[in-house]
């Protein structure tokens, strides 16, 4: 699946404009992402923090969760958008990993500058995914 710049920017704006929305008291690090199911729909996420700093839930798993509580479980790309552009953190790439490799991982900064396009498979190499449990007659 190619998708073009426009397509990407529009991803790119979306999760910028969710990420006003991120509750970051305590990092004043915002996070915005949207995903986009293989189905067209569209689902964001902003990072919620807590007084109680380990409940804290990324951006990323907010959208992705949001997907699958409405039934999506079938991922074309998820744009990430934060200040630096930064990076997935491991827990969300885990968890990126569960609903396929070959999603496609799109980072920007707050400018609205594409950093990096990527996939799951190559931020998680060797991931742990449910086909080591299904090999194992856990299904
Ligand atoms: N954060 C995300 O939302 N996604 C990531 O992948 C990295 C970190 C959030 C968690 C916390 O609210 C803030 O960024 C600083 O770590």
Same mark, same amino acid.
């Given at each position: 699946m190619t998708l073009t710049q426009q397509e990407k920017q529009a991803l790119i704006d979306l999760a910028n404009t969710a990420r006003q929305r991120a509750y970051v008291p305590y990092s004043k690090y915002p996070v915005g992402a949207v995903l986009r199911t293989k189905t067209g729909r569209? @689902? #964001?996420? /902003?990072?919620? *923090?807590? &007084?109680? @700093?380990?409940? #804290?839930?990324? &951006? *990323?798993? /907010? &959208?992705?969760?949001?997907? /699958?509580? *409405?039934?999506e479980k079938e991922f074309e790309v998820i744009t990430v958008v934060t200040d630096n552009g930064g990076s997935p953190c491991g827990g969300c790439r885990q968890v990126m990993a569960e609903f396929g490799l070959d999603t496609i991982v799109i980072l920007a900064d707050g400018t609205g500058k594409l950093i990096k396009e990527t996939t799951v498979k190559e931020l998680l190499p060797d991931a742990f995914t449910p086909d080591h449990l299904s090999t194992q007659g856990n299904e």
């Open positions: 569209l @689902y #964001t996420g /902003v990072n919620v *923090e807590n &007084a109680a @700093y380990p409940q #804290t839930m990324c &951006a *990323e798993r /907010v &959208a992705i969760f949001k997907a /699958v509580s *409405e039934g």
